[in-house]
Each structure stands twice: as structure tokens, then as C-alpha cells.
């Protein structure tokens, strides 16, 4: 999977925030705020293919968390960002 097209972070007061770019987002209304770990991630993958697994490996490369806590972050992330329409 891949973050679409057309949504990239801006950081507004300290806060990292998904604004949608485009005319096929144009019925973006949801405000996406991402923590440091989601905003880590995202930064990351933006324009490659990811998967939970690959996330983890990530996750785990920048913070001491272990090996299963780490894939279920990263599924969790995943399953938010979907449900945001934020991935294709």
C-alpha cells in the first residue's frame, strides 16, 4: 500500500497535521493530527509501498520497542490511516 497522492504534513503550532491537496481530495473535511511516532513513520514511507511489517522494522529502528508492540502500533496506524482514506 501507499499514502495517496495530494496529502502531505504541515506542522501548525507544534502540531503535525494531514492537509489534503488536489481535486481529488477535495472532500477532504477531517482534521488527521499525527503524533511523533505516526508523523515519524509518514515521513518515511511517503512515495513507497509499506506494509505493517515494514513499519514495524521502522518503528523499531527509532525507538526501544520491541519486535510484537511494534507491529501492532504499525497495524494500528495502518487500519487509522485507511479509515482516513489516507491510503491506496
Known amino acids: 500500500m ?3 497522492p ?4 504541515v506542522t501548525i503550532c507544534g502540531l503535525d ?3 489534503a491537496h ?3 481530495n477535495m472532500d477532504f473535511s477531517r ?3 499525527l503524533n511523533e ?4 513513520l509518514w515521513k518515511k514511507v511517503i512515495g513507497s509501498d509499506f ?7 521502522l518503528l523499531q529502528e527509532e525507538y ?3 519486535a510484537e508492540t511494534a507491529l501492532k502500533d504499525s497495524e494500528k496506524v495502518i487500519a487509522d490511516w485507511s479509515g482516513a482514506g489516507l491510503l491506496e
Open 37 to 40: 511516532s505516526a508523523s515519524y
Open 31 to 33: 482534521i488527521i493530527n
Open 51 to 57: 506494509d505493517a511489517a515494514r513499519l514495524a522494522e
Open 6 to 9: 495530494g496529502f502531505e504534513i
Open 22 to 24: 488536489g481535486r481529488q
Open 17 to 19: 497535521i494531514v492537509v
Open 64 to 66: 526501544e520497542v520491541d
Open 2 to 4: 501507499k499514502i495517496k
